[in-house]
């Protein structure tokens, strides 16, 4: 028996709603299969718990989170705590402390996705958006001088260090040479004229290593506009993180929505566990009601499967999303649908078993 540690954030508004049903396919999975088994550990950290202890995370939450396999988490954030509190303290902590530099995204049109863009040839969006996640510009870097006087000034410093450059831009090298994809790279080297000017030259320098891999290079501003008129330019794309930030959410909005999009935040070394998410936020809006879309949560789910090297049942996972999708049956309001979040993963549950069951057959 295979025994896997998941650390267990189910934070704010329909994170918990969301991640129960990322629960409930990975529990399927393991039930199926019968030699993996999956151990939770639940944390409670939060906004709720921030009201209550003065903390979004405990003290030494970093050390509790440390030897777990994998963190599975569903959203941060509620009004009532400033964001910038409650994300810096229990997001972005946990993937600045764990070294998680790679955050992927896939934006990709799987078949039954609503896609607001007309005469879209499905196998022309595809793209997978390799984001740096540790630095650049949040580095959290800056400062907030003379506070509330008229000569106030105020600092947000983006930090792109060497070391923390290259290596997203040759994690994202390796991925498209594995992939046999090209890569395009998306900076803004016109205004920013030290941070972007740098990334240009790495990408340049490590592109010299990858002959075989044929790349683009796009200032973001022409790239947000490319990647709705001529998404099919995008394959493999690395970025900065906050250029990654803003074009993923309009990416999610090109393949099926918000409530579909996942992101997996990667320590490559394994040095620390990573951590699987969906992209979206705690939809304070909808919270409470059951009406949350689930299938981000569950795409990430898949990815956390991928990372633990059961791509057999990531692909699954991806597949039974897929059959949800086509049969346009259960889906939630903002798919049109009229199912609850609950309904949904029930169902993907259910069509995962019934895939299971039709290749052991
Ligand atoms: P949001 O992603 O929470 O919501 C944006 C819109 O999308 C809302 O209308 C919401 O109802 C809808 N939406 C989001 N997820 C959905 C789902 N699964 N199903 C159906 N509809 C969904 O972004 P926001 O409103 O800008 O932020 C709300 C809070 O979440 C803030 O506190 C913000 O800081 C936080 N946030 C957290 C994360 C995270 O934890 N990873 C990410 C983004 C925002
Ligand atoms: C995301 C979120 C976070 C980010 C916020 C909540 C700090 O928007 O994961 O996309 O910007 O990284
Ligand atoms: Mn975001």
Known sequence: MSTYKIAVIPGDGIGPEVLHEGIKVLNK???????????????????????????????????????????????????????????????????????????????????????????????????????????????????????????????????????????????????????????????????????????DQVFEEVSKEYPDVTTASYLVDAAAMLMISDPKRFEVVVTSNLFGDILTDLGAALAGGIGLAAGANINPEKTYPSMFEPIHGSAPDIAGKGLANPLATIWSASQLLDFLGYENYGKLVLDAIEELLVEEKVLTPDMKGTASTSEVGDRVAGIIGKLLLSKTV
């Open 29 to 199: 999975i393991a039930e199926l299969d019968g030699s993996l088994q999956f151990e939770y550990t639940y944390f409670p950290w939060g906004c709720e718990y921030y009201t209550q202890h003065g903390v979004m995370m405990d003290e030494d939450g970093i050390e509790k989170l440390k030897n777990f396999d994998a963190i599975f988490l569903g959203a941060v954030g509620f009004p009532g705590v400033p964001d910038h509190i409650s994300l810096w303290d229990l997001l972005l902590k946990i993937r600045k402390s764990f070294d998680q530099y790679i955050n992927i995204r896939p934006i990709k049109l799987i078949k039954g996705a609503p896609c607001p863009l007309k005469d879209v040839n499905r196998e022309e969006l595809d793209m997978l958006f390799i984001r740096e996640n540790s630095e650049g510009e949040y580095a959290g870097a800056g400062d907030w001088l003379f506070k509330g006087q008229e000569n106030e000034v105020v600092l947000q410093t983006g930090v792109f260090s060497r070391k923390g450059t290259e290596r997203v831009i040759r994690y994202a090298f390796e991925v498209a040479r594995r992939e046999g994809k090209s890569l395009t790279s998306i900076s803004k080297g016109n205004a920013l004229n030290y941070s972007m000017v740098f990334w």
